[in-house]
């Protein structure tokens, strides 16, 4: 039978798993009563961290620089994969017995690979915590890779990739990647495919951990029921046994291949389509003015251009979106949208329209104001877990945005004026630099 403590201990942490923070707190964050604390260990580790005591829980976020786009040719998939066993086993607990304590101690431990780095979460009780850093350690620091979870792991990734194969979203988005960074790494998929995944072996994930876990290339960002003077030395615990530096990140910065349509033909009754071309650098001085022209765009839900003319118009399509997406080497303004077989070039017409239209400039001060109004006051939504401020603080490091992002990202919003917005709005879009690639049937489509 199984243990009431730690049965008591789950349901209670079920409960706080799914308890957001009081609103105050959200707001708080946004509105910089609540300061990012700079939190600098003994061991020389620094940290992000909002301390919010009012539930005994923690949230910590962290991540590695370099990820998928560093995986070898042939061995696609590596930083993915080795994601996914890092918590099935290490030091002296094989898989079985990892994966229980975690569970009895109601302890959440995952990690993730994206193109440029390799991300963790570890989420545990106030009570827990100490065991919780403890664990996290022998993950990154020990595992073990035996092989009953390495085969295990493998044959769920490949799995999912023979279900992956069959999805229009993951083709329409793995092979937009695939043409418009040809010769460069980011056209690799970051999952791997059948063959890569079945050529990694342990020795490849063992150097994985050996080159790309380090001190020096770790980000770390904590909310919840720790001061800076409890985190500093569970910090030093857990990651002061990694080497100081990883292995230097050689990847080149690239712009997307402009122009051009890929057709991918598959028998559905509806097709998916994915556009983009290169848009601005996160530091870039006019990132602000394009993040609001993308809102008016088909950032802002059913209230952007796009999703006016292609459905709320003609009902052309369920959804429409696009957002800034900007990379360690290369910055994207990508979005999708799915329609039925006919009407697929009615809706890129439509949008390549709507594109042109705001490269020319053409935008109002009212749409300029309802997006301020929106991006300004929704912001303190994306602050309102332990889990979203921790991946946030992360977020900032990483950009180099700095501890005080949350007091000042409203007025770089607000700075953004219409000669601004129309200025950057000719520089970044553009309707002949569209590269779509479309996933279906499309009778009148060529590419």
């Not at 999708?336 to 809706?347: F, H, K, L």
């Not at 104001?369 to 946030?392: H, Q, V």
């Not at 700095?402 to 004026?417: T, W």
């Amino acid at each position: 039978m199984r243990p009431v403590a730690p049965f008591l201990a789950a349901c209670f942490m079920a409960a706080v798993m799914t308890t957001t923070l009081k609103p105050e707190q959200a707001l708080a964050a946004e509105g910089g009563s609540a300061d990012v604390e700079v939190v600098r260990t003994p061991g020389g580790l620094e940290a992000y961290l909002i301390h919010a005591p009012a539930v005994p829980f923690l949230s910590m976020a962290f991540d590695f620089e370099g990820g998928g786009a560093l995986d070898p040719e042939g061995k696609e998939g590596l930083a993915y994969m080795v994601s996914g066993l890092l918590d099935e086993g290490a030091g002296d607990l094989d898989s079985e017995a990892f994966r229980t304590e975690l569970e009895d101690r109601s302890i959440r431990l995952s990690f993730d690979a994206t193109k440029d780095g390799f991300a963790g979460s570890l989420k545990t009780l106030t009570e827990e915590r100490g065991r919780a850093f403890e664990l996290l350690r022998l993950a990154v620091t020990q595992p073990r890779f035996d092989e009953e979870p390495v085969g295990r792991i493998r044959s769920q990734i490949l799995s999912s990739l023979d279900r992956q194969l069959e999805d229009p979203q993951y083709v329409a988005s793995e092979s937009w990647f695939a043409t418009a960074f040809q010769g460069h790494p980011y056209a690799r998929t970051t999952q791997g495919t059948p063959a890569s995944i079945e050529a990694i072996t342990v020795d490849d994930m063992r150097g994985f951990v050996g080159r790309r876990l380090a001190q020096g290339n770790l980000r770390i960002g904590v909310a919840g029921d720790i001061t800076a003077a409890e985190l500093a030395p569970l910090l030093d615990a857990t990651f002061g046994a990694l080497p100081e530096e990883a292995a230097p990140v050689e990847v080149a910065n690239v712009e997307p291949m402009p122009g051009g349509t890929t057709v991918i033909r598959k028998n559905l009754p509806q097709s998916v389509v994915m556009f983009g071309h290169g848009a601005v650098a996160r530091h870039d001085p006019d990132y602000y003015a394009a993040y609001v022209a993308n809102y008016i765009l088909g950032g802002g839900g059913f209230s952007s251009r796009l999703m006016e003319e292609i459905r709320e118009k003609r009902g052309l399509a369920y959804s429409v979106y696009s957002y800034l997406y900007p990379l360690d080497h290369a910055s994207l303004w990508i979005g999708g949208t799915g329609t039925e077989n006919a009407r697929v070039s009615q809706s890129i017409e439509i949008l390549r329209r709507e594109v042109a239209r705001m490269a020319a400039g053409e935008v109002t001060q009212e749409e300029l104001d309802n997006a301020k109004t929106y991006l300004t006051g929704s912001f303190p939504l994306r602050l309102t877990s332990n889990d979203e401020i921790a991946r946030m603080l992360v977020g900032m490091q990483t950009a180099k945005l700095g501890p005080n992002f949350l007091k000042e990202r409203n007025g770089f919003i607000e700075a953004v004026d219409l000669d601004d917005l129309k200025r950057v709005a000719e520089r970044v879009f553009s309707a002949d630099r569209l590269h779509v690639v479309v996933v279906g049937n499309p009778p009148d489509l060529e590419g």
